[in-house]
T-cell receptor, first 117, second 118 residues
């Protein structure tokens, strides 16, 4: 069974600084995908970034990058140059590709990020 | 291109009533997923559907819950005889037709329906 672990307490970062949100995962499948989603106080789920288990390079999307360490089974999200609008809940999720590219996502419990002006 | 649409955004029901939640996937998407989020928790998978077919319902409670995705119209998540424990945010996600070998078939989420059972 797949498992996502997000154990950091509420995170705080100063505006314009970088912050790393931790995510570790557990799976016995060799093929999987890792996702990060943002959930602001308004409640919607916003896709941020994706990393495939066979990708050679860490994924980047604008100010978001994923620090993927396969041997350690970690997929930490790095947000550079934090903005006040980055204050939100952040969820790490995994999908087992081996059972079909459209299979379900398994989510962690999330991390609350607060950006201070 | 409109995103995933869900309605209603907020739904209040009394114990024993029925709740019907609707989801219209993004244009061109034929895969729909339903997730439930309890307060202070991450999302939990409920069911995965394609047009007229339930592909994976391993996360659905055995009783009172059902889902459909008809050939025409939105996907419906139906909860019969609601109880207070059903109060949660219910999210629908969709993904494009067909998977990709690299697994980059991202699921895009709707705004959710907040169900409150009195």
């Amino acid at each position: 069974a797949q498992k996502i672990t997000q154990t950091q307490p509420g995170m705080f970062v100063q505006e314009k600084e970088a912050v790393t949100l931790d995510c570790t995962y557990d799976t016995s499948d060799p093929s999987y995908g890792l996702f990060w989603y943002k959930q602001p106080s308004s409640g919607e789920m916003i896709f941020l970034i994706y990393q495939g288990s066979y990708d050679q390079q860490n994924a980047t999307e604008g100010r978001y990058s994923l620090n993927f360490q396969k041997a350690r089974k970690s997929a930490n999200l790095v947000i550079s140059a934090s903005q006040l609008g980055d204050s939100a809940m952040y969820f790490c999720a995994m999908r087992d590709i081996g059972s079909g590219a459209n299979s379900k996502l398994t989510f962690g419990k999330g991390i609350t990020l607060s950006v201070r002006p | 291109n409109a995103g995933v649409m869900q309605n209603p955004r907020h739904l209040v029901r009394r114990r024993g009533q029925e709740a019907r939640l609707r989801c219209s996937p993004m244009k061109g998407h034929s895969h729909v997923y339903w997730y439930r989020q309890l307060p202070e928790e991450g999302l939990k998978f409920m069911v995965y559907l394609q047009k007229e077919n339930i592909i994976d319902e391993s996360g659905m409670p055995k009783e009172r819950f059902s889902a459909e995705f008809p050939k025409e119209g939105p996907s419906i998540l139906r909860i019969q005889q609601v109880v207070r424990g059903d109060s949660a945010a219910y999210f629908c996600a969709s993904s494009p037709q067909g998977g990709t070998p690299s697994g980059t078939d991202t699921q895009y989420f709707g705004p959710g329906t907040r169900l409150t059972v009195l």
